[in-house]
């Protein structure tokens, strides 16, 4: 958590001069998915998940953090 937290923090800090930050939020968030895709099928073996659990794991770990960050 506290290395999500240094994260947030710092991808904020960079991107505060920027023109659009929701696209360029929602870009970085696609240019993310291909590498969770990946880790997903890495993990799959030793851990099966459904379809449920990755829709909550995109709404937490995509969507919430993005609106949050345009709403901010």
Excluded: H
Aim: hydrophobic share 50%; glycine share 14%; net charge positive.
């Amino acid at each position: 958590m506290i290395f999500a937290g240094v994260s947030w923090g710092w991808y904020r800090l960079r991107a505060k001069g920027g023109t659009d930050p929701v696209g360029v939020t929602a870009g970085n968030c696609l240019r993310t998915l291909l590498f969770a895709l990946l880790r997903a099928v890495m993990v799959q073996e030793r851990a099966p998940s459904s379809a449920q659990g990755l829709a909550y794991a995109l709404c937490s770990g995509r969507l919430i953090p993005g609106l949050g960050y345009v709403a901010w």
